[in-house]
């Protein structure tokens, strides 16, 4: 596609549940990232992969979550056992190097009751 | 450890207006650093990438500036329009062995008519 699509662009889930998120790149971007937002505060850093692998993982809150990427293209991002702190629009962008020009998704927004 | 800052945190400026938006990090060693803005409810569109051998980048109405021994970057806006009401980040590699973005919280501007 022309962009980096994510899906879905909504969620609701229990606390407690689990949920995926998933990623699709710019076409032949090696370079995906996962990042949160949380209601009025900036963007952290979750994850960095190049390829299929993830050189890091730094961001990652908790053993909760994990992600991974599959072909060098999409990515799902998996969130366990959610918290209502987990509650954020999650957005993922890819470049096509890892110190060039990034390009986000519109995000998943999601909310843990 | 990399720390964004972006000063003023809102911005509000008649229509017609030239102005400046204003970033500092901590860390003079950063790789490229990248301005966004982020309309709401929506991802981040990419405005400007300036690499660490410039010190500046034009698009249209906007000219960001990369002065690394400062630690201090900045965008300026000419002409401003309704249209350029979001809030503007930037962003900063730490380094060019990952694509890690530290943003920093943004300014939100406001272009009244």
């Known amino acids: 596609g022309a962009g980096v699509s994510q899906s879905p662009s909504n969620k609701v889930t229990e606390k407690g549940k689990d949920v995926e998120l998933r990623c699709d790149p710019i076409?032949?971007?090696?370079?995906l990232y996962w990042y949160r937002q949380r209601l009025g505060q900036g963007l952290e850093f979750l994850i960095y992969f190049q390829g299929n692998s993830a050189p890091d993982k730094s961001g990652l809150p908790s053993d909760r979550f994990s992600a991974e990427r599959t072909g060098e293209s999409v990515s799902t991002l998996t969130i366990q056992r959610t918290q209502q702190e987990d509650s954020a629009v999650y957005l993922c962008?890819?470049?096509?190097?890892?110190?060039?020009?990034?390009?986000f998704g519109p995000g998943t927004r999601l909310l843990v009751l | 450890k990399q720390e964004v800052t972006q000063i003023p945190a809102a911005l509000s400026v008649p229509e017609g207006e030239n102005l400046v938006l204003n970033c500092s990090f901590t860390?003079?060693?950063?790789?490229?650093l990248q301005w966004f803005r982020q309309d709401p409810g929506k991802g981040l569109t990419s405005l400007l990438l300036i690499q660490s051998s410039q010190r500046e980048q034009t698009s249209g109405r906007l000219n960001a500036s990369l002065d690394k021994s400062s630690g201090r970057s900045t965008l300026y806006i000419a002409a401003s329009q309704p249209g350029d009401s979001a809030t503007y980040l930037c962003a900063a590699y730490g380094s060019s062995n990952t694509g890690k973005l530290i943003f920093g919280q943004g300014t939100t501007l406001q272009v009244k008519p």
């Open positions: 076409s032949g971007h090696t370079a």
């Open positions: 962008a890819s470049s096509s190097e890892r110190v060039e020009t990034q390009y």
């Open positions: 860390d003079s060693a950063i790789y490229n």
